[in-house]
């Protein structure tokens, strides 16, 4: 069965610093694979997906993804953090979205 | 833009007593999910349905969740009765095709 791992529970950066958020997914073929973010209280909204194609995807809010087969990985980054991207990060792992996966999330934080 | 609708946003209930959770997916959806989020964990699923059909509720509490989506459009979540270990965020997802969840704002439920 496919799961995902986000090694890193809560990351502090600095406004205007770089990003990285970490994701290692288990699955047996090409999976799907989404970036999703969550305000307190709120649900959850899309950023980004990969499916097949490029394995540098963009997507909304500045952020962009990259998809590495031979690690397991889609790392999410962004090169300039704001102050409204504070909030809880999930990757995702899936098929033809049946039984779609979600990592434990990384809280950002960004610092003034 | 369209959006996945969720009624309560919160819900307060004592334990022992019946809680409905109500979504409305994005028009012309056909699958549509219920996920339960425990606070600082990713989603889990508890049931799909394609159309008024479940396609997976392996995960689903059956002695005391049920959920329906009668004429395969809105769609009900229900627990009977609640306990204390319940209390999480509950969150719907609809998908047009095989790709992409787009989740709804959640209900906030705490069982005292």
């Known amino acids: 069965a496919q799961s995902v791992t986000q090694p890193d529970i809560h990351i502090t950066v600095s406004e205007g610093a770089s990003l990285e958020l970490r994701c290692n997914y288990s699955y047996g073929a090409t999976p799907y694979l989404f970036w999703y973010v969550q305000s307190p209280g709120q649900g959850l909204q899309l950023l980004l997906k990969?499916?097949?194609?490029?394995?540098l995807v963009q997507g909304i809010k500045g952020f962009e993804a990259e998809f590495k087969r031979s690690q397991s990985s889609f790392n999410l980054r962004k090169p300039s953090v704001h102050w409204s991207d504070a909030a809880e990060y999930f990757c995702a792992v899936g098929a033809n979205n049946n039984d779609m996966r979600f990592g434990a999330g990384t809280r950002l934080t960004v610092k003034p | 833009e369209a959006e996945v609708a969720q009624s309560p946003r919160y819900k307060i209930t004592e334990k022992s007593q019946a809680v409905a959770f109500w979504c409305d997916p994005i028009?012309?959806?056909?699958?549509l999910y219920w996920y339960r989020q425990i606070l600082g964990q990713g989603p889990e699923l508890l049931v799909q349905f394609q159309d008024e059909s479940v396609v997976d509720d392996s995960q689903l509490p059956k002695d005391r969740f049920s959920a329906e989506r009668l004429k395969g459009v809105d769609s009900t979540l229900k627990i009977q009765p609640a306990e204390l270990g319940d209390s999480a965020m509950y969150l719907c997802a609809s998908s047009f095709r095989a790709d992409t969840q787009y989740f709804g704002p959640g209900t906030r439920l705490t069982v005292l």
């Open positions: 028009s012309g959806h056909a699958t």
């Open positions: 990969y499916f097949s194609g490029d394995t």
